[in-house]
């Protein structure tokens, strides 16, 4: 378990001092396979063999190269470092808020959409701005960070590359089309399933970061089911977050922006603590 602790600092440490090679985590390759085998009908008349062939096939195959390069123990800190930096989302959270934050200030709109949609993680530029912003800055990456180290702490780097490829599965183009339906709501229903409980976790830590009473609140109510579950789960981190940073719903500018990076930098800070602090008394045992 410390060995998994030195993985995770090194690979934070790699993303503040290596910011120009985070176009590697777009994983242009894996889009191309995917749409390879998605075109040549994989999935189609079995969803679950497709997914299987996905996602869990190609992060089992990362957790044996790892195992025959990391001969001794010692040596797997540098290989987990380097699969958890390329599992990272594909920008830098404190690069995409900086980026938000200069194109409000810009006054340009057009500026500030494009941001605000990076930020969110969507291409669709369309909507309200506002709660794109905040769909990104406390729901999607930190999401994201949360869910990946949680289960890499919990069940390894195989558990990690397989979260991160549902969500490239999610976002491949092809899987719009109606023929890939089934394995679609599979991977829709497998990510509920996998933020399910980092994202409650998130909230907990935004409430304790912030505004507690009403950074507190999201957590409690029923899910919906299936592919809806992660949405749900998105919409409450949402409104956890500018409950918690007293940010109204549809309050949008740069003080807003600021007082909710703050918000976020501190929950998530707050949870790696404990991760850490987990996995040290995990060690020691």
Known sequence: MIYKLLSMALTLWAD??????????????????????????????????????????????????????????????????????????????????????????????????????????????????????????????????????FWFLLLGIGAAVFYRLNLELLRTPVLEGSKQAFLRARVQQVLGILEWLPARLLIIAYALAGQFNAGIRPLFGSSPDGGAMREGLLSRLQRAGTGAAGIAGAEFGDQAVADGWRLVSRALIGLLIVFGVLALMQGFK
Do not use: H
């Open 16 to 149: 503040r001092q290596f910011p120009d090679y985070i176009d590697l985590r777009r994983f242009t390759l894996y889009g191309v396979f995917a749409r390879l085998m998605l075109s040549l009908g994989v999935g189609r008349q079995n969803g679950i063999i497709g997914y299987v062939l996905l996602t869990a096939l190609p992060a089992l195959i990362v957790v044996m190269v790892i195992g025959v390069f990391g001969i001794f123990d010692p040596l797997k800190i540098p290989l987990w470092a380097l699969v958890l930096y390329f599992c990272l989302p594909e920008e830098s959270l404190s690069k995409a808020v900086g980026a938000l934050r200069g194109a409000v200030a810009s006054g340009k709109p057009e500026e500030v959409t494009v941001a605000a949609a990076a930020l969110a993680g969507q291409e669709n530029l369309q909507g309200d701005v506002s709660a794109m912003a905040q769909r990104g800055l406390f729901a999607v990456q930190p999401l994201q960070l949360v869910s990946l180290f």
